[in-house]
């Protein structure tokens, strides 16, 4: 993926973020934790170096939970924002769903398969990832 700044924004655009550069990784999430996060049987993300991504609108609410994991939402509508790992503070993972231009960003694998939902098929070519 080349350089390119991005944007995106909550459901009722109170929160509001920009990302320059390129992500990290792109892909779909089907751990257990995300499923109930979202609401969704999965969740995909983008994942960026947090230096890369800037809140421009409302900061985004924020959750810890006893694994280490910050969830950000957003306060008003409740649109899940972020995930940030503890254990990799380099990494901020954005739900790929908020971005505006979503053409840009096609996921690359998969994490956690062990945990998907039998009927799910999505993507099924692709890899899978920690």
């Given at each position: 993926?080349?350089?390119?700044?991005?944007?995106?924004?909550?459901?009722?655009?109170?929160?509001?973020?920009?990302?320059?550069?390129?992500?990290?990784?792109?892909?779909?999430?089907?751990?257990?934790?995300?499923?109930?996060?979202?609401?969704?049987?999965?969740?995909t993300f983008a994942?960026?170096?947090?230096?890369?991504?800037?809140?421009?609108?409302?900061?985004?609410?924020?959750?810890?939970?006893?694994?280490?994991?910050?969830?950000?939402?957003?306060?008003?509508?409740?649109?899940?924002?972020?995930?940030?790992?503890?254990?990799?503070?380099?990494?901020?993972?954005?739900?790929?769903?908020?971005?505006?231009?979503?053409?840009?960003?096609?996921?690359?694998?998969?994490?956690?398969?062990n945990e998907k939902?039998?009927?799910?098929?999505?993507?099924?070519?692709?890899?899978?990832?920690?």
């Amino acid at each position: 993926m080349s350089e390119m700044n991005l944007s995106g924004h909550c459901y009722c655009g109170a929160v509001k973020f920009e990302v320059s550069g390129e992500s990290d990784w792109i892909g779909h999430c089907h751990c257990e934790s995300c499923r109930r996060q979202s609401g969704s049987v999965m969740t995909t993300f983008a994942g960026f170096h947090p230096d890369q991504v800037i809140f421009t609108g409302a900061m985004p609410s924020r959750y810890t939970s006893d694994d280490g994991v910050t969830r950000s939402f957003c306060g008003q509508c409740g649109s899940p924002v972020a995930y940030e790992p503890a254990d990799r503070p380099h990494e901020i993972h954005l739900q790929l769903g908020l971005f505006d231009d979503l053409e840009l960003l096609a996921p690359r694998d998969h994490s956690f398969l062990n945990e998907k939902v039998s009927w799910l098929h999505a993507d099924e070519h692709l890899p899978e990832s920690d």
